[in-house]
């Protein structure tokens, strides 16, 4: 028997992973992909308790998040199109000052 | 045989999470972009599974679409287009955070540990309501549009304003500046 609490599980273990991604990793690119994974946890909390309880909002706010992660990640990958014309690198630690 | 159709879903539960983990870990461990963008992929197929056994079939399908579709292509374009601006050496670095990667380990084990012990306690769940309208029995995707358009429709417009105005903002700063041009 598959509980909520299962599914909670998976979804620490998913959002610690993706943490670690984004401290650990200095490729930007990578970072988003791991912000991706931490977006995903919580759509699996999200639709975890909607089953718990009984209820749709749960998934109703799962088609926000993936909507928001969609728009973050065209976003991400904007400024990662703009950083490599004007630094050429996609290193994070490479980028310490705003102005170009 | 007996035990695979009383825990079928069990079975299939712990298959997927163990490709959901096993993709998540492969995203932050692989040096290559390329290969940790379809690691991603495969995290997220497998997420959409996780969604289908929860009964939420309509999140699982908008799941593969916008992320295993939409957004997979997205990072592989961009991926592709900066590939050889890529990758200085990144052993040093870490070395430096294995004691923090090591506590967060154990605190994490620990974390798992007790969910684990919690899930034996855990109450079953009600799931004919996550496919009812008004009161009747209905498919998910019908249920999921009618509490989206009529519960939270003002929600839906902000979001709809948010995708538009991410898409002017993706297209400003993708945008070559010319000559003469701020």
């Known amino acids: 028997m598959i509980t909520t609490t299962h599914y909670l599980v998976l979804s620490l273990v998913l959002f610690s992973v993706g943490v670690v991604g984004m401290v650990v990793r200095r490729n930007f690119i990578t970072v988003l992909m791991s912000l991706e994974l931490v977006l995903n946890a919580a759509n699996i909390n ?23 992660a969609a728009a973050e990640a065209a ?9 490599v014309r ?15 | 045989m007996d035990f695979i159709v009383t825990n079928f879903g069990a079975i299939v539960f712990y ?20 290969r940790a963008a379809l690691s991603l ?13 929860l009964h939420a079939e309509f999140i699982a399908a908008v799941q593969v679409f916008i992320y295993a579709g939409g957004v997979m292509v997205l990072f592989l374009f961009v991926i592709m287009l900066v590939s050889s601006r890529m990758e200085p050496d990144e052993s040093q670095y870490m070395r430096r955070l ?20 919690a ?31 009529r519960d939270y429709l003002l929600p839906f417009e902000v979001v709809s304003i948010v995708l ?8 400003v700063m993708g945008r070559k500046e010319k000559e003469g041009q701020a």
């Open chain 2, 98 to 117: 294995a004691p923090i990667a090591g506590a967060v380990g154990v605190l994490l084990a620990v974390l798992v540990g007790i969910g684990a012990w």
């Open chain 2, 41 to 53: 992929l495969t995290t997220f197929l497998a997420v959409a599974g996780l969604f289908v056994l």
């Open chain 2, 164 to 171: 538009l105005v991410a898409m002017i903002g993706a297209i």
């Open chain 1, 46 to 68: 999200f639709i975890a308790f909607s089953r718990q309880l009984g209820q749709l909002t749960g998934q109703v706010f799962a088609v926000f998040v993936i909507t928001i």
């Open chain 1, 86 to 100: 004007l630094k050429q690198t996609v290193q994070l630690d490479t980028v310490r000052e705003m102005e170009g």
């Open chain 2, 119 to 149: 899930a034996t306690r855990a109450p079953a769940a009600d799931v004919a309501a996550l496919t009812a309208v008004a009161g009747q029995q209905a498919g998910n995707t019908e249920a999921v549009g009618w509490n989206l358009y």
């Open chain 2, 15 to 34: 298959f997927l999470a163990a490709i959901t983990v096993a993709g998540a870990v492969g995203v932050v461990a692989f040096r290559s972009p390329v």
């Open chain 1, 75 to 83: 976003i991400g990958l904007g400024i990662i199109v703009a950083l």
